[in-house]
């Protein structure tokens, strides 16, 4: 069987898998999470083995290191991915849900109720993790998926697809719910965007050019994750303590995820301020690239390039920029932003309203750190993805954002004139 063939069986199982899934109970549901629970910590040497293989692949094909950060699992990520996998399973299911009630004048009831979208196509590159929280979304959505992971993940995803499937098989749950694309060759990817027979909804995992070129070639609806090129604008009514908690924070604690700072804004009414806002990342090992005032400061801070403020450097690296107050901010963030996600640092509830009205972004905090832009964070669960599009879903991607509607109408032998 040639890689057409094999991505067009795949497809055929499955859309047979998505049909009885459909039906699955919470309970069926709980226990097959139970079991995956289990077998993950069971497996935890057999995990950490693959991934080892990854890892040395991905040393001798000189990946850079934030992309290496992004694939290396630990104990204590396995840790967090049977986390994330009870905290899915406590999720409200978000299947057969009346979202509304109505009647019309003539006798007619109406109800909207939540329902699958039927077979999920996820493509992702080096973040392993991606592999488990796409599979128990799926699930909890009844959502039957195929997997496309990238070669530099390719053999920790192939394990845990693995215990994923058998860990459905010991729940009894239908056949090939979950699947995974077994190649890494780039044609099966163009194949899998082709088969809108099959396939309900492509989401892809990755950088800008994955990105451009699913969407580009893509015959599926896409709910895209763009890059995150996130910012954080500290207002001349800030809280100074509270700016340099969050401004190190959304940086530094973890650089190479998409929610993390790549610029940073300062109102010019608190410039003066700006060096006792910087150093600690500077002390921490973050290179500062920033504007003519800012490089001025530290003979080590650089200048920033226009290339500078539209890059997501996904690293220990801000761009830095001294603006005219929330106007400035709102122009520069319009200009540059992804609409991934932005933070405001300011006491002024009117400054914070401007702000949020005015930047088009999928995520708006106030007082927080960009970090917080997660699935999880956002209390459901786990994410399949942040997405900056405005249609199906925005933002943190949960299972219940995996549904779509049916009507159900109630009658009692009405028929129209």
């Not at 057999?46 to 992309?67: E, F, G, R």
């Not at 009507?407 to 004139?417: D, E, K, L, T």
């Amino acid at each position: 069987m040639n890689i057409l063939e094999t991505i067009n069986d795949l497809g055929k199982k499955a859309k047979a898998a998505s049909v009885k899934i459909r039906v699955l109970k919470s309970e069926e549901k709980n226990i097959a999470y139970e079991y995956l629970e289990k077998n993950i910590k069971d497996k935890t040497d057999v995990i950490l083995n693959a991934n080892k293989l990854d890892i040395d692949n991905a040393i001798k094909n000189n990946l850079s290191k934030p992309l290496i950060n992004r694939l290396k699992v630990s104990d204590d990520s396995i840790s967090g991915i049977i986390k994330s996998i009870s905290e899915i399973k406590n999720q409200p299911d978000p299947i057969g849900k009346i979202l509304e009630n109505w009647e019309q004048p003539n006798g007619l009831k109406f109800s909207k109720i939540s329902v699958p979208l039927g077979v999920l196509g996820v493509i992702y590159e080096s973040r392993p993790n991606v592999t488990i929280d796409a599979s128990c979304l799926a699930l909890k959505s009844n959502n039957a998926l195929i997997l496309r992971g990238g070669s530099d993940s390719f053999h920790t995803s192939s394990e845990l697809v693995k215990i994923i499937i058998e860990s459905f098989e010991n729940a009894n749950l239908p056949q090939n719910i979950i699947q995974m694309i077994p190649t890494t060759d780039r044609e099966a990817v163009d194949h899998l965007l082709e088969m809108n027979n099959y396939v309900n909804v492509i989401i892809p995992r990755g950088g800008k050019s994955l990105i451009k070129k699913i969407n580009e070639k893509s015959k599926i609806p896409v709910i895209k994750h763009l890059e995150g090129l996130c910012h954080v604008y500290v207002d001349k009514d800030a809280n100074i303590e509270i700016a340099k908690k969050i401004i190190f924070n959304s940086k530094l604690r973890r650089p190479e995820i998409c929610g993390a700072a790549e610029t940073l804004l300062i109102d010019s009414e608190i410039k003066d301020m700006a060096h006792e806002l910087i150093q600690p990342l500077y002390e921490a090992g973050c290179k500062i690239r920033g504007d003519n005032y800012i490089e001025s400061l530290n003979n080590n801070f650089d200048l920033a390039t226009e290339e500078d403020w539209s890059t997501e450097y996904l690293d220990k690296i801000i761009s830095i920029k001294v603006v005219d107050g929330v106007k400035g901010a709102i122009d520069h963030i319009n200009n540059f932003s992804s609409n991934h996600t932005e933070s405001i640092i300011t006491e002024n509830e009117q400054t914070f309203s401007k702000f949020y009205n005015n930047i088009d972004s999928a995520i708006i905090l106030k007082n927080a750190s960009t970090q917080f832009a997660d699935g999880g964070e956002f209390g459901f669960g786990a994410e399949i993805g942040i997405s900056t599009d405005k249609l199906h879903v925005r933002g943190p991607v949960g299972a219940k954002h995996l549904t779509t509607f049916k009507y159900i109408v109630h009658g009692s032998g009405q028929s129209r004139s």
